[in-house]
């Protein structure tokens, strides 16, 4: 069996990795899982961190990206430093 290959899930999906992006061979589907830490500090900082951490080889989530690129440039627009926490209205996008 083709499955017997690849490592095997714990939802029983075959998997192989393919450019660091999961390829679930049974569905013939590619999978970027993405998680977010919930934190109630946010600063410059993390959403650097957190737009930094997306692994996307191919830019097929580039449109996706692109809005949380506009919101850290406009950060920067609004002259916060690094460590500094973002208002409630900021943090909220």
Same mark, same amino acid.
């Given at each position: 069996?083709?499955?017997?290959?690849?490592?095997?899930?714990?939802?029983?999906?075959?998997?192989?990795?393919?450019?660091?992006?999961? #390829?679930?061979?049974?569905?013939?589907?590619?999978v970027?899982?993405?998680?977010?830490?919930?934190?109630?500090?946010?600063?410059?900082?993390?959403?650097?961190?957190?737009?930094?951490?997306?692994?996307?080889?191919?830019? #097929?989530?580039?449109?996706l990206?692109?809005?949380?690129?506009?919101f850290?440039?406009?950060? #920067?627009?609004?002259?916060?430093? #690094?460590?500094?926490?973002?208002?409630?209205?900021?943090?909220?996008?």
């Amino acid at each position: 069996m083709f499955c017997q290959d690849f490592k095997k899930v714990e939802h029983g999906h075959c998997v192989a990795k393919v450019l660091g992006i999961e #390829w679930r061979t049974d569905e013939d589907k590619l999978v970027i899982q993405y998680a977010v830490e919930p934190s109630a500090n946010i600063t410059k900082r993390t959403v650097l961190h957190t737009n930094a951490s997306v692994f996307d080889p191919l830019g #097929w989530l580039s449109p996706l990206m692109l809005r949380n690129k506009c919101f850290f440039q406009s950060l #920067w627009i609004k002259s916060y430093d #690094w460590d500094e926490i973002l208002t409630k209205e900021d943090q909220e996008q």
